[in-house]
């Protein structure tokens, strides 16, 4: 294995020749002007470099000839490029939210689409209808309440469940038996 140049040698402006992290098993190496050192001291593989266009890789020796400011050359001679920027680089990812437009419905969706019907607990009449109207329910319109006077509206009323209809309780077990019905 050669010699790597050591960190005497690498220093920003350097024209270096590097092997990038991508082409590490084919040992191909690229020419280009260093901008920054990324690694402290010496390393038997090479010193770990960022050059001008924003390429990481190790130097592997130094490259013969002037340091062109921007401009690399790779030693395969059919691909010789000018650097643009980073922003060049394929991205790593790709998100799939953005790779086609989700259809639109043409109906809303009601919250009846999430309603699960009612577990029963306990030991309840097993009515088949039940079962079948939990599953069916409407929110069309608020429930009917029923028209107190006032005598009776400083009662504790009892209501019941908009969900299934079967329950009938005041305010605080109303609300602790309808989130039973969207609990998991």
């Known amino acids: ?23 590490q098993p084919t040992g191909r190496t690229v ?22 266009d924003g390429r990481v890789g190790r130097v592997q020796s130094l490259a013969d000839g002037v340091s062109h400011q921007g401009y690399t050359k790779n030693t395969d001679a059919e691909d010789t ?9 394929a991205p790593q990812y790709v998100d799939a939210r953005y790779d086609q437009e989700q259809p639109s419905s043409s109906q809303p969706i009601g919250l009846e689409a999430y309603i699960k019907p ?4 306990g030991k309840g009449e097993n009515k088949p209808s ?3 109207e939990a599953t069916t329910v409407s929110f ?5 309440m029923p028209d107190l006077s006032e ?3 400083r009662e504790k009323t009892d209501t019941t469940c908009p969900v299934c209809g079967d329950f009938r309780g005041d305010e605080a077990a109303l609300t602790h038996h309808v989130q039973s019905h969207f609990d998991d």
């Open 1 to 23: 294995m050669p010699q790597v140049p050591s960190t005497s040698d690498v220093t920003p402006g350097a024209f270096v020749n590097i092997i990038l992290k991508a082409d």
């Open 31 to 52: 020419q280009g002007t260093v901008s920054q050192l990324l690694t402290r001291g010496n390393h038997p593989r090479g010193i770990k470099v960022r050059l001008s």
């Open 81 to 89: 490029t000018q650097a643009t920027s980073r922003s060049a680089a």
């Open 118 to 121: 009612a577990k029963k607990r």
């Open 130 to 132: 039940d079962a079948a």
């Open 140 to 144: 069309s319109s608020p429930p009917q």
């Open 151 to 153: 005598e009776q509206s």
